[in-house]
């Protein structure tokens, strides 16, 4: 599985205008603005313009229970601040106040939109109320894309306040980079469902034959050489993703964070990565070593990409070539294997035991995050650059060579200089707009890479 199918974007829509002016024009441009925002999501709202408070209120009111990616008001003409602020305060979403050129005729100010904003925005920034802003005809790219990204941004600002995580397990003596702070957490609305290896380890023990039959022949299409590896070890790491699928759907979780070593090598005889390779393939984005934040990272990307997320190390830095290899030991989703390449069952490079999956990433455009602590408080890394297409693996498992948009030795200077997490998370596509404007709703603040 490559893709899910993400619920369409809800835009929110008001028009609001004063009698007084081109009330033609303005309902012209109302339509037009309308079926624009079509074409990005699904609009809500009523079609006619609002021209007093009492009409602001009703299409506020009608708006405030239908959850909203983002509330777009257009100043089709000029007006006073009252109907913005009845609608921002009455309706919880992003808030994007549009206004529209209009031609120097030497003639009439027919609309006045641009000011009707000005007014507006005062007032919200008076009142404290986040808002954002585009000024342009309603066909407009740039504005399009603009509100498509605040849209993209609202709705995994409004998942993660229904996110539950699965942490299994505590984190490895000596990575605190994968501490949870379930108080900060819970702030931009994620829950932590604490899961005991010991839990785990009894559901393995309880799968059934022919379940694990099942995962092996459904494995074995996608990827090479299972039947040479142990048995015994590869029936544990499928019996591990099974046992961990079914956990997640009777919890309730958006993904899992789990604490992968050494105890699901000393006590299970097996590898936990290829689990979490298949879990995140599927979309239960699944962190190793417990780390909480690099599962809310890869839920974040997968929302916003609708593709799988891989949580990687960045190993190697060459200044030379000016890349990057990001890797692990072989738990990223399948979904990212270049096609050119077949993916190949394989064993744990230090512990010596299956069942891994080992394969190079595709090339193509990617965005690089992480919800970082390290400072100690809550802060968005992101980046960008160019997955480059390898010949062969850089090192046993699954990794990547990675152009970053700017240069990696600066990229390896920022990290290492602000004592940033040791994972970092992926997806392809380019969503550093909409990263940005998540971590401007939630509040905290941006690090680029």
């Not at 390779?277 to 809310?296: K, R, W, Y």
Request: with cysteine; charged share 20%; net charge negative.
């Amino acid at each position: 599985m490559t893709t899910t199918t993400l619920p369409a974007l809800r835009i929110g829509f008001i028009a609001i205008a004063r009698t007084t002016f081109d009330m033609v024009l303005a309902a012209e441009i109302a339509q037009s603005a309308r079926q624009h925002l079509q074409t990005i999501g699904e609009v809500i709202g009523r079609d006619t313009l609002v021209t007093d408070l009492s009409a602001s209120g009703e299409a506020a009111d009608n708006l405030a229970h239908t959850p909203l990616d983002l509330l777009v008001i257009l100043q089709a003409t000029f007006a006073d601040s009252t109907m913005v602020m009845r609608i921002a305060q009455g309706v919880d979403a992003p808030l994007l106040l549009w206004a529209v050129p209009e031609e120097r005729s030497g003639g009439r100010l027919r609309l006045n939109s641009l000011c009707g904003v000005n007014l507006a925005a005062h007032a919200l920034k008076r009142a404290g109320l986040r808002y954002y802003y585009a000024y342009a005809a309603p066909d407009d790219h740039a504005a399009l894309h603009k509100a498509q990204s605040l849209a993209q941004a609202g709705r995994a600002r409004r998942l993660l306040r229904d996110a539950r995580i699965g942490r299994v397990g505590q984190h490895p003596d000596g990575f605190e980079t994968c501490i949870v702070n379930e108080y900060a957490l819970a702030r931009i609305g994620v829950e932590i469902h604490q899961i005991e290896l010991a839990q785990v380890f009894d559901a393995m023990r309880s799968v059934s034959a022919e379940a694990t039959a099942n995962q092996l022949q459904a494995v074995s299409a996608r990827v090479a050489g299972i039947a040479e590896l142990d048995a015994a070890a590869t029936h544990g790491t499928l019996s591990a993703y099974e046992a961990l699928r079914c956990i997640t759907q009777r919890e309730r979780l958006s993904g899992l964070a789990v604490r992968c070593w050494p105890e699901f090598f000393t006590e299970m005889g097996c590898a936990a990565c290829g689990a979490l390779s298949l879990l995140s393939d599927s979309h239960t984005p699944s962190s190793c070593e417990a780390d909480v934040n690099g599962t809310i990272t890869q839920l974040i990307l997968q929302w916003l990409s609708g593709e799988p997320a891989f949580g990687a190390d960045l190993v190697s830095v060459d200044a030379t070539s000016d890349t990057a290899v990001l890797w692990h030991c072989g738990q990223a989703p399948l979904a990212m294997a270049d096609p050119d390449f077949q993916p190949r069952g394989a064993l744990h490079s230090n512990r010596k035991l299956p069942l891994l999956l080992e394969f190079p990433l595709k090339p193509g455009r990617v965005t690089i995050a992480r919800l970082s602590e390290a400072t100690g408080e809550l802060r968005l890394v992101i980046g960008s650059g160019e997955m480059q297409r390898s010949e062969s693996l850089s090192f046993s498992g699954t990794s990547g060579v990675l152009r970053f948009d700017r240069p990696a030795a600066d990229v390896l200077d920022t990290i290492l200089s602000e004592g940033l997490e040791h994972h970092l998370s992926l997806t392809y596509g380019d969503y550093t707009l909409p990263l940005r404007a998540l971590a401007d709703m939630l509040e905290i603040p941006v690090l680029r890479l």
